[in-house]
Structure formats: structure tokens, C-alpha cells
């Protein structure tokens, strides 16, 4: 019998996007288990939108139906959060060609620091390669539409953080 693929997907998801969750279920396409790793925030100028423990139980109403999918917070290295999971795959979506210098710089720090973890790239849809949680967070700031940047349970948490706004039409 094979080994169980176990991947790790990195990031602060603030707020998890249509695009991140279209890197996780293409992921589950050649992975077993998937665990969203939810980093903690190191300064206070990198301030997001949500707190930690909403961002985790977003991406856990996001996922309900897929039983592969953990989530988890981490801090502190990556690699050792990987390995203390039995993850030797980090998934990276890339977005942009710019993306990539830095995701490749990333990917073989993470190999140095521990050589059995391998790196994946993945392209979103094209729908979603513009789309950032940042813009996300920007535009329902303002009172922009984001109700086709999000799944429904992130919506309404963005209704809830802005009531003043109308975050979708």
C-alpha cells in the first residue's frame, strides 16, 4: 500500500477567496488530505480583516463538504509545521509571473530546510488569477460587489464586518 499524499496549503486567507478554494479542490485532484495552514499575522502593520479564529472557522464552513480538507493555524517555520503533519507537499498558487520569482526563492528555502518537502505550483482558473484577499478586502471596504470573489459564508461575514456598506448587490 501506497503512503497517504498529504499536502499543506499556506497562508493568512483574510479572507479565503474563490480562488484559493479553487487551488484546494484542484489540489485534492492529486492529493489525499489537504490542510489549509492558516499563519498568524507577525506585526501589527501587516493588520488584517479578520481575526485568526474567524479566518479558520470561514475556511471550515467554506470546505463542510470535503471530509480531505483540515484546517489548522501554524506559526513559526513552515517546514516544521509541514513535518509535524506528515506533509511533503506545499501547494503555491501562483497568480501572475510575478508571482513566481518569490514562490520559487520560497520553494527552494523550504527544500534546504528540509529536503522532503516538495513544492507544486498552481495556476488558478483564469477567473480568478486577479483576485487577491487584499482587493477582496479592499473593495467590500468601500462598499464594492464581492459576491462573486467569495463563497456565501465569507459574504456574510463581510456583511457583518461592513454593515454600513452594501458589499453585494
Request: glycine share 4%.
Amino acid at each position: 500500500m501506497s503512503a497517504e499524499r498529504i499536502a499543506i496549503y499556506p497562508g493568512s486567507f483574510d479572507p479565503i477567496t474563490r480562488g484559493h478554494e479553487d487551488i484546494v479542490r484542484r489540489a485534492l485532484r492529486f492529493v489525499d488530505r489537504i490542510t489549509v495552514a492558516v499563519a498568524h499575522r507577525r506585526t501589527q502593520a501587516k493588520q488584517g480583516l479578520f481575526e485568526i479564529h474567524e479566518r479558520l472557522q470561514l475556511i471550515q464552513q467554506v470546505f463542510a463538504d470535503e471530509p480531505r480538507v483540515d484546517i489548522a493555524e501554524f506559526d513559526g517555520l513552515l517546514v516544521q509545521f509541514a513535518r509535524a503533519r506528515n506533509a511533503r507537499i506545499m501547494i503555491r498558487g501562483l497568480r501572475a509571473v510575478s508571482d513566481f520569482e518569490y514562490e520559487f526563492q520560497l520553494a527552494l528555502m523550504n527544500r534546504q530546510l528540509w529536503n522532503e518537502l516538495e513544492t507544486i505550483f498552481l495556476a488558478p482558473d483564469e477567473h480568478y488569477s486577479y483576485l487577491s484577499a487584499s482587493l477582496v478586502r479592499e473593495i467590500a471596504s468601500l462598499g464594492g460587489d464581492v459576491s462573486e470573489f467569495v463563497s456565501a459564508p465569507v459574504l456574510a461575514a463581510l456583511r457583518a464586518r461592513f454593515p454600513n456598506n452594501e458589499v453585494s448587490t
